[in-house]
């Protein structure tokens, strides 16, 4: 009985959501021991309120890795704000940038990240927001940044037809006014694209 009752509740979990055509982007030039990159991936998953759907929509996360050797000891502090310290820009499969629409949706600000990135380590999070305002039809892209008025930008594609976009960006973050601390992290690093596959249907 247990053995049919799981069963059924993997069968379920499968059809609320799944994740496909996951790609991982090249790691960036190393500014002082730090690196970064982006992780894509395409996401479907289904609303408990509405027989619409599938819905998709892509999960980005960005992944910072310190590089100094495993034998030493330097940690890396880094303070990133989601919002405000990350830039972001799409093109399609022919160079063409698309911008981002506004959304105005009502998000709680996730705060300022403190990360401690051990040596020879690394880190990964995510800088999209998920799960609200997708519509049926398309495959939305939702990240946040504050600089955008309202805050925040949204992109949203076709999902009926298979297609291929790149997602480059930037991480740029000021040097703290007396700054002293030789492990915290500031500069800029640009990060390469990555490849944002839709299948279609």
């Known amino acids: ?20 055509n996951e790609k991982v982007g090249d790691w960036s030039q190393v500014n002082r021991y730090l690196k970064a990159r982006f992780v894509a991936r395409f996401h479907t998953f289904s609303l408990d309120y509405t027989s619409d759907g599938p819905y998709s929509e892509f999960r980005v ?7 100094v050797p495993h034998n030493g000891t330097a940690q890396i502090k880094v303070n990133i704000d989601t919002t405000r310290d990350i830039t972001y820009r799409v093109v399609d499969q022919d160079g063409k940038e698309i911008l981002p629409r506004p959304t105005f ?39 946040m ?3 955008r008025n309202p805050p925040g930008g949204i992109w949203r594609f076709d999902a009926s037809k298979p297609a291929e976009y790149q997602l480059a960006g930037a991480l ?13 992290w ?11 596959v839709i299948p279609g249907r």
Do not use: C, K, W
């Open 61 to 67: 996360y960005l992944e910072l890795s310190n590089t």
């Open 105 to 143: 949706r009502s998000t709680v600000h996730p705060g300022v990240l403190h990360l401690l990135i051990p040596a020879d380590s690394s880190i990964r999070f995510p800088v999209t927001v998920n799960g609200g305002g997708v519509l049926a039809d398309q495959t939305s892209l939702d990240v």
């Open 1 to 20: 009985m247990n053995e049919v009752i799981n069963l059924v509740l993997g069968a379920f979990l499968l059809l609320q959501a799944g994740t496909v």
């Open 172 to 184: 740029r973050i000021e040097r703290p006014p007396n700054a002293t601390d030789v492990s915290q």
């Open 186 to 196: 500031y500069g800029e690093i640009m990060i390469p694209p990555v490849t944002l």
């Open 145 to 147: 940044q504050q600089h």
